[in-house]
């Protein structure tokens, strides 16, 4: 996928997704793009103040909310996220495997749907400009995982496309709040210029990026909210 921001083709995002280990669907109370974003970060510069590593242990599976609240910026939606993520335990596959893709964390997520119910998952986490840029690219199963999710540490706008990604995704925007701002299901193109563009609704920090109609089975839509940044399940192997 890449990720097109409206813009000229500077931007790039892949994404490569074959669904097994089954889609590792968030449960009740308990993937995927990459991007290359526009600005600064097209460069591979780094927005001032952010952090631009973690230890190797917190970036390999164990991210907690402080971190993700230092790559968003102090986005409300991770700041909060130990009180909003609203689950009774922590989510995930305890056989997942966080050597999928290299180099990315892991957090929990929870939706919140316009009901009140709360389903809560594990994914994959793109938090640097190197990480966007690769995503699930060349991915052939999520390893237990539901999906990935993509965090900028500043608002943006920028699109995405399905170039080079056989596999159909669903895509959801979320503003630094929590709340939701549209999605977007993505059909597979080839390894063409002319596959489509998907844009967001308005500006968005976070991006989740599961399999082709997963957004239903999770809540997510209008009147939903993203929490982020608390442990999964066990720890990954």
Do not use: H
């Amino acid at each position: 996928m890449r990720d097109r921001g409206g813009r000229a083709p500077a931007l790039v995002v892949v994404a490569v997704l074959v669904l097994a280990l089954a889609s590792a669907a968030c449960s009740d109370d308990g993937g995927a793009a990459a991007e290359r974003p526009s600005g600064t970060e097209a460069t591979g510069s780094t927005v001032p103040g952010a952090p631009s590593s973690l230890p190797d242990a917190r970036r390999r599976g164990r991210l907690t909310a402080e971190d993700m609240a230092a790559w968003s910026g102090g986005a409300p939606a991770v700041t909060d996220a130990p009180a909003g993520l609203g689950l009774a335990r922590p989510p995930g596959a305890i056989g997942r495997t966080s050597q999928v893709v290299p180099k990315v964390g892991e957090t929990a997520i929870s939706i919140t749907d316009k009901a009140g119910k709360v389903v809560g998952c594990c994914v994959m986490t793109a938090v640097t400009v190197a990480q966007r840029e690769r995503g699930l690219m060349q991915l052939k199963d999520f390893g237990g995982y539901s999906g990935m999710l993509f965090v900028w540490q500043a608002d943006t706008d920028s699109g995405f496309w399905m170039r080079n990604t056989p596999t159909p995704l669903s895509i959801a925007w979320f503003a630094a709040d929590g709340s939701f701002v549209s999605s977007a299901d993505m059909a597979p193109c080839a390894d063409v210029e002319t596959c489509p563009n998907y844009n967001p609704a308005g500006s968005y920090r976070f991006a989740l990026e599961v399999p082709a109609g997963d957004l239903t089975k999770l809540g997510i839509g209008p009147g939903s909210t993203l929490a982020v940044g608390g442990r999964c399940a066990g720890r990954p192997g």
